[in-house]
């Protein structure tokens, strides 16, 4: 059950401007005695920076680049960017989900274009 009526606006996001965004409201809550991290705040923002690897420009050039390749859309390229996966298996998980498979060469394409950032 969810508490949601609508969805009004989405945008994808990597974990590193994430992480920004999350670092700017935690300084702001800080400034501010009267208010607590709440649990989930303080858990979103531990896990942003556990896993944020890249600067959020690097991130958004990573997504930019995987883009430009055939194969790659735009949820696909951001769940690339946030788990960047080092083989063949790990990027197989992403694709998982969907209804076509990827070539050897494909998956090279899309792990080399990783491995520029990495």
């Given amino acids: 059950m969810t508490i949601f009526k609508e969805i009004v606006d989405e945008e994808f ?3 590193s401007e994430t992480k920004e965004l999350l ?3 935690e300084a702001e809550r800080a400034m501010d005695e009267d208010r607590e ?3 989930e705040l303080a858990r979103a923002i531990e896990h942003a ?3 944020a690897v890249l600067d959020p420009e690097e991130a958004q ?3 930019e680049d995987l883009q430009d390749l055939e194969k790659v859309d735009e949820p696909t390229a951001y769940k690339i960017a946030n788990l960047l996966p080092q083989d063949r298996d790990e990027l197989r ?5 969907q209804r076509y498979s990827l070539s050897g060469d ?3 394409d899309i792990l080399n274009v990783v491995a520029r950032y990495v």
Avoid at 93 to 97: G, K, R, T
């Fill in 13 to 15: 996001l990597t974990v």
């Fill in 23 to 25: 670092a700017d409201i």
């Fill in 37 to 39: 991290l709440r649990y």
């Fill in 49 to 51: 920076n556990r896993f």
């Fill in 61 to 63: 050039a990573l997504v």
């Fill in 93 to 97: 998980s992403v694709y998982a989900q």
């Fill in 106 to 108: 494909e998956l090279d």
